[in-house]
């Protein structure tokens, strides 16, 4: 399936080829068809990663900053394969890459490692189809040194061998059955200080509309980690129209030995749609027992789990509960020529959550542009009033609102104008007029009412997860090597970050 990988430049200058075959075409031979591939798919919509070469081969293209790595494979077999194989295993190359040589990766790491390089491809691929991909296993048949200084470290053994002692032995690698056993775990861990953490992250992905009303509140319906008694008086009701929480467990496991353990997840009142798992985790478990993982953990960083939850399964109530530890009221079409806007916030009470990270608000108004006539340009979008964080005009219809990090009782106000060419006309030609007792007479028959298309909101928090999972217990149900007096540390992490949560206006 697999004939060749190349890595180019930006440039399409080769800086490392890998052939499979003796009948693989080299890079030159192919670099000229690739071009003009490129080219012609450059101005189109359909500007895909694959490029074919001819009746017998295509390329899966990926650009990872600085550069272009191509897989070449044979359509020999390519009804019998997965279609998406090369893409996964392009992204899986990636990955291991910057494990290896650091992030990003750049034309220096991969010149100065090309012999690390060439012995990972050729233990991820053999005969053609993908091998050993994890990266424990990596580690342990290829470690981080060089080939210069394998060899001298071979070298030196050698030297030992040829005089050995009365009992000495000579030492060999782990046999291929140590390390079949458990693929996805180093040989022979041990550590002084053995410790396992857990992260669980959610992200929320949500549009919203607003929907007129008075005093909304919360009140507590369902059991949501962002549950909050405290009330905020608000002229409009921010309504899902379509929203998902995307989420997932990551483990840091530094265990001596072989562990088993087993997580037990409070999934009480939630579906988990589109579950994934780690190849550690035991399938006949989770399906005995939603929200038991059971698990021989792999060394270091890893992803027990991935899944999805659905907004839409749940009443409007419940929905307003799980989107997060912030209150908004949004209005738009203010001010005597309709094209000003105000943003309310207020953090939800949570005992533990004490404030809100990198909270960034985006005013995108963007659309306008190709909207209005030429005569009718956005000037500025400008903050009117502004209680806290910093307020710019980025270009091109958008601005930014920096709150950074919002804490417990602050509720930040923004009221900002959107500045066209014809409402700077009308303001200089005195648009709304005081009449003799100073009441001001509003001519917003005069002016199209301009609001911005949406407001992005991007911030994050620790403590709670909007879905109200958790990790009720983490147990070692046996630990091969580690010792019976041996407790590791334990340690549980709740992170909720934004994906794209959007405010229509």
Sequence with gaps: MFEAVYISDNQNNL??????????????SLINVIKSKQDDNKDTLNNSPLIQINSEFYVCCHNA???????????????????????????????VMEDYFGIPLAITKIDANNDTLTLLINNMIDDGIPNITDFNKLRDLIPFKSLLSRFLSSSNELTKSITPT????????????????????????????????VDVVETINVILKPHHTNNFKNDKKFDSAFYSTSSFSSQTKLVPVMGSINGEINFLSHLTGVPYLQMLLNVRGLNLELPQFHPCIKIDKWMDQEGNLSFIPPDGNSTLMTYQVDLENFNKKVQQEMLGLLDIDYQVELGPLKNEFEIKILLKSHKSVSKLENLIIEVNSSSLINDMTSDSNILNVKSNRLTHGDFQYKGNGKAEWNLRNLANGIQPILR???ITNSSDDFNSSSASSLNENLIEIENSNLVKPIKPNYIKISYSNKGCVPSGLKVDSLKILSAKGLGETVKPYKGVKYITRTGDYIIRS
């Design 15 to 28: 800086i490392f080829e890998y052939l499979i075959s003796l009948q693989s075409p080299h890079f030159k």
């Design 65 to 95: 900053s600085n550069i272009i790595i191509y897989l070449l494979c044979s359509k020999s077999d390519e009804n019998q394969s997965n279609p998406i194989l090369p893409f996964v295993f392009v992204n899986r190359l990636i990955e």
């Design 166 to 197: 009365k009992n000495s032995v000579p030492t060999f690698a782990s046999s291929s059955n140590d390390i079949d056993s458990i693929p996805w775990r180093r040989d022979n861990v041990k550590y002084t200080n053995n410790e396992m953490y």
């Design 416 to 418: 900002g104008s959107i």
